[in-house]
């Protein structure tokens, strides 16, 4: 579906509803009941919108024509330049001119990172990749009046070797760096962040060189960053949302590696915070599948969610919108499913608590705010599945709405769900749904 595809109309959109209904009913009549059961009571952290909410940024978004499409998902935290730009670019003052710009179309207060660049991107034109450039990239953002918090030093090292093809850099070359440079911006900015090393989602190369990196600088740096990209595009459906459990094993493991004396001997006793600044079902800008479909939406928003609560202070999807097929919004300001996705996270206030439920292919979280609860409910199954909620706490079901491929398809508003029985609903096919409930006092 492109820009310029006419609406459905009015009776298409009847005639779809009466199906859903149809096939609700039918399931209602013939399908197991999964069960989510909510424990008020059992209190984890806050919502934290710099993971629920944060995006890749670039200078090539079209934000200002779409504008208020983007005021729908605003975000909480932007990483800038996004992806490799940052290692093919010098930090200039035009660029960040055009950043400021661009930031004033952009709704809401932000917390910026800001990649520093450390690969040397042409042979015969000099980078300006010394630590007196990531000090000048400091002072830059500051005349300009950008409140810039984390610095990361450069993009995904791990593949300097071997895709871009410079054997020299080892891990200890990039931790040499690593060190020059914030050494300098904190002559700048004593309270900046130093974030990195941004590693790739690459298997088993990735994991091994953060290892080596926090073995080497763990004493230096203050934001732990590693990307997740668990797919090509390419697979089963299935096999590609189970690998959403990536994030639980990239969290367990770095944070166990953190606390290792052994394996951390600079920095284990030192308290820092750890970021996902990439993420997404497939890193194949080129390939729609998994990217621009319900499958990557669903995805990215369970990815989001589980970071939040397991602890990560800072994520970014990649991206906001317009790359490839990557992207909120196409480059037309189609939305795609992750714009529902993100949409829908950005309505959880609170804190997070327990939701559990009674099937794997069910997922669950819940978030309070007062006597309010606001339950994600994911369906990934190819059917349409009845879902009963159960509390340790009195609960009313106040509202359900839910999306699916259909309404992203024909850029309808969440679709409300009717209750059966009480306090059980019926999920469309691969459909995320947020459910508002009331606690009783």
Known sequence: ??????????????????????????????????????????????????????????????????????????????????GNIGDEHDMDEATLDAFKSLLSQVEGERELLVQTRVFQGRPDRPAANAPQDAARAVRMARARGLNVRIWEIGNEPDLFSAVRGDASWTVQRYCDVFRAQAAAIRREDPKALI??????????????????????????????TWHIYPTEGDGTEEAALATVTEVDRSIARFSALWKDRSRN??????????????????????RPRFLSDQVGAMWA?????????????????????????????????????????????????????????????LWAHATKTGSQLQLVLFNTRTQAQPVRIDGQAALTLKDARFFDAGIAEEEKPLQHLAAQAGRTITLPARSMAIVTLEVAP
Request: glycine share 12%; with cysteine.
């Open 265 to 286: 001997p600079l920095g284990h006793g030192r308290s820092i915070r750890f970021g996902v600044t990439e993420y997404g079902l497939s890193w194949r800008t080129d």
């Open 301 to 361: 928003a369970e990815s989001a969610l589980r970071m939040a609560q397991q602890g990560v202070n800072l994520a970014h999807y990649f991206a906001y919108m317009g790359t490839g097929f990557h992207g909120l919004l196409d480059t037309g300001g189609v939305p795609r499913p992750t714009y529902y996705g993100f949409g829908l996270l950005g309505k959880l206030d609170g804190s997070f608590v327990e939701a559990t439920s009674s099937d794997s292919m």
């Open 1 to 82: 579906m492109n820009a310029i595809t006419s609406r459905p109309t009015s009776l298409r959109w009847a005639v779809r509803c009466a199906g859903v209904l149809a096939l609700a009913v039918a399931t209602w009549a013939n399908a197991q009941v999964a069960t989510v059961r909510i424990d008020p009571s059992r209190t984890g952290p806050a919502v934290n919108r710099q993971v629920l909410s944060g995006f890749n940024f670039g200078n090539w978004m079209s934000v200002t024509e779409f504008r208020d499409e983007l005021a729908k998902v605003p975000a909480a935290a932007l990483r800038f330049p996004g």
């Open 195 to 224: 974030a990195g090393p941004a590693v790739s989602g690459a298997q088993p190369g990735a994991p091994l060189f953060l290892e080596r990196f926090v073995e080497l600088c763990g004493d230096v740096v203050d934001v732990l």
